[in-house]
Every structure is written in structure tokens, then in C-alpha cells.
């Protein structure tokens, strides 16, 4: 079928919109005709070339929501007309997979970066011409998406599908990270560490936890008022004075602290502010030197834990988040600004420049 899609090449400083053919779903696959999606850094990097090397052309896009159009042969869970969100890929067959801890799959590069299904094959082409996609079992910067089933999350149809994209990614790793990861406990307390969409799912989810203190520190100050808004009892401006100011609001230091930024010197800010036994979880690696303080790790039983897709189990904790939501209790959406697909671009670099926190993309009205 033809669709319409974001396209990632080289030569180009944003994707642009382009026409291109969409295979039939194989027996394991759904097709989703995408309502909205989200636009999350990762993206924007795997574009720039960094991080993960992807092969071009290639459709991105890992935060899609829609409605199931075709069902491959081999799949029962789901029917034409479900409501889904989209989460990451996996293998399906691994040790972890079969634990229900797919982000952490044997093949867990190569189904989110590979550019294709895992037999090798792309699902998109343009003119004959292969373009690579299945970006996390999704390629959802386009108005239809073939997506493995297993990836594809039952939503109930009351709630309103084009918010629901970024829990796909974006608020999952930021909301597991305390609730599966961390599993944050009533009265704990929790340094977060930017204030992207990944960090505000984190302060969202420790108020709903029940923590007692919730420092959310950043260089971006109309952010911080937002943090405060979803739940962060404090706020600290990221910089020279931020370690000063963890130590006066923590003297005994943080139970958690949770870094989201790349930047080696937050690294070093959040493994000062760690508690006895506290741990410090990082959902992106610091570009740059950065040496651990081993021997203050050591001598507090204080942990480094290294978190991919908040180590949730997408099917489990997407739906309990969708009724937090429902309840008033977990309002993600208050990060999201929505755009026009045809206002790709500006959706884009907006995103990129920091001005939108969670941009989300809605296709055209069929
Ligand atoms: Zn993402
Ligand atoms: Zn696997």
C-alpha cells in the first residue's frame, strides 16, 4: 500500500515527508494505521548519526499510537480496530524475552537500530528501492506502521489515542526506572536529573510512588516549573552551585538519583548526592570522560544501574500507567505539544532545540 512517511537520509538536515509502499503484515506482524506519534531524542540522533549507526534511507519514528487495520495470519491476540500503543522490539524467543523483560533481549540492537525484520527483509520500499525500517519494530513516522504483535500494547478505547504514543518509549523509561527499576518505596527520595520527557515521566511516577522527596534539577528554568507542577517537592538550577544545593536539601544524601542528560559533570553531581546505599541509574551514557569515584561507591554500598525502556514489561505497566492517567494520578500528557505530520519539520527542530519537551506528531484525519 502506499503511505506516506518521514524519510531519513543523509543529506539532509531533517527527514523529509515522502511517498513510499508499505508491504502486507507477514503472519506475525500487525498493520496500524498510526493516529500520533511522538518524537523522542533518540530519533534525532540516530538521524545525526549518533549513538547506534542505522542504515539510510530509513523511516524513523518509536512512539507511535493507532488502530490495528490488518492482522497477520498467525496472530490472535489482536483484531482489526483495537487501539494500540506501540513499545520496543524484541525477539520474542531469549532468556529475558521469555522472563517478560524484553528490553533487555539478546537482539535488543539489532531489532531497534537494525533497520529491518530479523530474517534481514525491509518492509518499505520506494520505486522498487529497498528504504530500511521496523526502527523498534515501528517506523512510525508515517501514516501506517507494520509492527511485530508482540510489540503492539492493548489500549481500551476510552482513552484518547493521540496522547497515548510517548508511553511507548519516552514515559515508560522514565516512569520504570522508579517504579520497575528502582522500585521506589513510600518516603524514599529521588534526585532527577533533566527534565526532557524521560525525566518528568520520572518525577510523575516518584510523586505517584510516594516519595517523600523529589529534587528535579536542570538548566532549563521553565522546565523546573513544570517539575514542580507534576510533583518535584524541589527544584535545583543545574551548574556550579547544584551540589551545594543537593547537600543542603539532602544532607544524608538521595536514596536515588537518576540522570537522563549525556553531560559527564551531572554524572559526577549525581553520584555526590547519593545516599548510604544509594543508587544512581542512567538511562543514556555520558558522552565523554567520565571516571566513577569507585572507591565512594564502595564504601556506601552505592550502585551504578544502567536502565534500557525503564526495564518494564511494556503489556504490564503501560496499562496500570493508562489508569493513573485515567485517575488524574499520572498526567504525562502535560509535557506533550502536538503538530500537524505536515509540520514535520518544525515539530523536529523545535524538539531539538529543547523549546518542545514531548512533541507529537498527528497524521491527517481519515
Ligand atoms: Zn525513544
Ligand atoms: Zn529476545
New binding site residues.
Given amino acids: 500500500m502506499k503511505i506516506t512517511a518521514a524519510v531519513s537520509r543523509e543529506s539532509r538536515t531533517v527527514p523529509e515527508l515522502e511517498h513510499v509502499d508499505l508491504e502486507e503484515p507477514r503472519p506475525d506482524e500487525v498493520l496500524v494505521r498510526i493516529v500520533a506519534t511522538g518524537i ?4 534525532i540522533n540516530a538521524h545525526n548519526g549518533h549513538g547506534p549507526p542505522v542504515p539510510r534511507p530509513i523511516v524513523l519514528g ?2 507511535g499510537a493507532g488502530v490495528v487495520e490488518a492482522v497477520g495470519a498467525g496472530v490472535t491476540r489482536l483484531a482489526p480496530g483495537d487501539h494500540v500503543v506501540l513499545s520496543g522490539n524484541s525477539c520474542g524467543v531469549c532468556p529475558r524475552c521469555l522472563d517478560a523483560r524484553p528490553t533487555y533481549c539478546r537482539e535488543a540492537m539489532r531489532v531497534a537500530f537494525g533497520g529491518a525484520r530479523l530474517d534481514g527483509s525491509s518492509p518499505i520500499t520506494q520505486d522498487g528501492d529497498r528504504v530500511a525500517a521496523v526502527f ?1 519494530g515501528q517506523s512510525s513516522f508515517a501514516t501506517y506502521a507494520l509492527a511485530p504483535a508482540r510489540s503492539a500494547v492493548f489500549l481500551p478505547k476510552d482513552v484518547p489515542l493521540h496522547l497515548m504514543g510517548p508511553l511507548g ?2 514515559v515508560i ?1 522514565g516512569a520504570g526506572s522508579v517504579l520497575e527499576a528502582f522500585r521506589l518505596r513510600p518516603g524514599q527520595s529521588i534526585a532527577v536529573f533533566g527534565t526532557g520527557g524521560v525525566g518528568l515521566a520520572a518525577v510523575t511516577a516518584a510523586r505517584l510512588a510516594g516519595a517523600r522527596r523529589i529534587v528535579a534539577v536542570d538548566i532549563n528554568e521553565p522546565r523546573l516549573d513544570l517539575a514542580r507542577e507534576l510533583g518535584a517537592t524541589d527544584t535545583v538550577l543545574g551548574g556550579a552551585g547544584a551540589d551545594q544545593a543537593l547537600r543542603d536539601i539532602a544532607p544524608d544524601g538521595f536514596d536515588f538519583a537518576f540522570v537522563t542528560a549525556d553531560v559527564p559533570s551531572v554524572y559526577a553531581t549525581a553520584t555526590t548526592c547519593l545516599g548510604v546505599e544509594g543508587t544512581l541509574g542512567y538511562v543514556v551514557a555520558p558522552a565523554g570522560e567520565w571516571v566513577p569515584d569507585t572507591g565512594f561507591l564502595l564504601a556506601g554500598g552505592r550502585r551504578l544501574q544502567g536502565i534500557i525502556g525503564g526495564s518494564a514489561n511494556p503489556h504490564a505497566l503501560i496499562p496500570q500507567l493508562v489508569d493513573h492517567w485515567r485517575a488524574g494520578r499520572f498526567p504525562f500528557d502535560r509535557m506533550i505539544e502536538e503538530f500537524p505530520f505536515s509540520d514535520f519539520a518544525r515539530a523536529w527542530t523545535e524538539t531539538g532545540s529543547g523549546r518542545v519537551i514531548k512533541a507529537v506528531l498527528r497524521m491527517p484525519e481519515t
Avoid: I, N
Fill in positions: 523522542c531524542h533518540t530519533d518509536h512512539e523498534f518509549c519516552g523509561t
